[in-house]
């Protein structure tokens, strides 16, 4: 049974259902035994964050949760099997991100020593430079920094100042700070741990620049006091992250062997001769820093399940938190029952769920890719162009999806306890650090037009004739309204017609690729002719449509998600789950095209008709997922130790339950007060009678 108001039958609507453990293998990925073995060990409150700590005392305790973490062993599986590791490099990122539910100070102080410090050793230097540093790393014996990002420079690393000049008579490189702003900054572990360090510097020898290369540099001596010519000083207190101990160093002249160069893809030889395996210095400084990629990976999976925390906190308390009595003269309300609650809440549920689908992906990429078994450099672009998409995409996803849930459980959320303003703080940095994200997605704009740019290399002139034909035509049917002409015909006075054609897969596809697809065409047109140009004006041309490229490669994740999820709906068995997790990916999508409404109308890719009916649809599918929004979160598979949340303790729903019995009680009772409001009804129908 179908109405004009909805489009789902009765069928559907009985079958619905969610299979909360098959969807919680589906989310735990191609790792799930490492990720349950991650949250086992992250059950223990040593590794939980305590709330109001000073700066020092979390810097203390989350430097002990690391020797703890190194104590099991469970941080070493990415390393190489020679030296104690294991060579998984997918299974040591998936155990990485559950450290988020403990404490995200943890994690990136763990990040900062095995996936940056350790990583830049094993995937830039030697076996020599294995043999030599990676047992340190390991076992923390040496804590190290990343001293990448200076004052003057962060996500431009090719530019940064920092000098590391070769002496052929000492075979020493000096390593100098030439002026402020070349100081290193903002580098973990710094402050206070630190014994040595990955500096990334401009290596000059023989009177020749040959971009940014990274070293191995002692900082401190066994007593902790920074080396000669070395200082650092102490970044102080941050908007959150307080357990790492971030800091400033520079460098005044200091020497370190040759062999200190991490010389996976450069090398000097002792006279000073400069030799490598790539040969264009571009493609060289971009193999160094592909290799680092894991970072942005990381953070995603990491986003992905700060966002998972705060909706299982929301949509919990917002099935036991009553307010106002709407239905019923004795009962209130749910939070959840409320539409604009459910709309609050349920598509960013729908956006964690596709999040965490491509994530899963852009994991099994990485794995691919750094185990070997594809690792061309068409992968690793590719690896690369999928971290810079999705990473600022979660990583803002993270942050709206805990201030709605903070806000969605009122004054509760704000209390610390709950979490949501800890991880907001804590999680913030994440959307400048490992990539800028605006900065990131610039790099796959950049990808996008390649891309298009390469689709017509080799065409012949009847190709391009073609194809300027056929976009002349799509061209005109958009800007004379043909479509929107023929959408309304179709669609004029049947709102359910409207929603079966929003409900296919083919045409979500469709509005988003072709979104896509259009807003990189339009630049590609704009810049066409951009290589005739002087620097400047090439410059000056591409930040005219700096805005249209950000946004071409924000709608270019959106459709990456939404692929994602759609691939992970055909690995569902249960047809009940199926339909539910169906409805929620279409939540997803057209929440997508519902915030670039203006587009596509402007655009000529909807008719007004259609449009009118979009938000009505979104408002009936979210209501169809309602029922199933707690399964959905229980589906995350935290258990109460991991969300740690007196909001989704059952806390709520024990003193609502107790307020009910309460006020059930005294209405049965002969002790019940009389409600002002009854009396004054009661005076004003008598009033009434005797008029009569």
Known sequence: MTTAHDDATTDEFSMASVDVEEVEQL????????RRDAREQMKD?????????????QRERTYKQLIALTESGSVHRAFPAEFGGQDAHGANIASFEELVTADPSLQIKAGVQWGLFGAAVMHLGS?????????????????????????????????????????PQTQEFVVHTPFTAATKRFLGNAALHAKAAVVFAQLITQGVNHGVHCFYMDIRDDSGEPLEGITITD??????LNGVDNGQVSFDQVRIPRTNL?????DVDAEGTYYSSIESPGRRFFTMLGTLV?????????????????????????????????ASPTEEEVLLDYQLHQRRLIPRLATTYAASFAHEKLLAKLDEVFSGRDGSDENRQELETLAAAIKPTTTWHALDALQEAREA?????????????SLHADLDVYVTFEGDNNVLLQLVAKRLLADYAAEFKDADVGALASYVANQASDTVMHRFGLRRALQEVRDTGNERRSANWFKQPEVQHGLLAGRVRQLVADVATELRSVAKLSPQQQADKFNEHQYEIISAAKAHADLLLWESFTDALERIKDPGTVQVLTWLR????????EDSLGWYLSNGRMSSQRARTLAPYINRLVARVRPHAQDLVDSFGFAPEHVRMEVASGAEKARQDEAMDYYRRLRASSEAPVDEKTLVDRKRAANKSRKK
């Open 294 to 326: 894991q970072g942005r990976v990381s953070l995603t999976g990491a986003a992905v399940s700060a966002s998972k925390l705060g909706l299982v906190g929301a949509i919990t308390y917002g099935n036991q938190r009553r307010q106002f009595n709407a």
């Open 235 to 240: 970044d102080g207190h941050k908007g959150g």
């Open 127 to 167: 076996h020599e430079h294995h043999g030599r540093f990676l047992p340190g790393i390991m076992d923390l014996s040496v804590p190290g920094a990343y001293a990448m990002t200076e004052f003057g420079h962060g996500s431009d690393v090719a530019a940064l100042g920092t000098t590391a000049t070769y002496d």
């Open 262 to 266: 991490l010389n996976r893809y450069g």
């Open 409 to 421: 459980c009122g004054g509760a959320g704000y209390i610390s306890e709950n979490r949501f303003t």
């Open 27 to 34: 989310l735990l990925g191609d790792f799930p035994d490492v």
């Open 45 to 57: 409150p040593q590794f939980h964050k305590i709330e109001g700590l000073s700066t020092e005392d």
């Open 586 to 593: 279409d939540i997803f999508a057209l929440s997508q095209i």
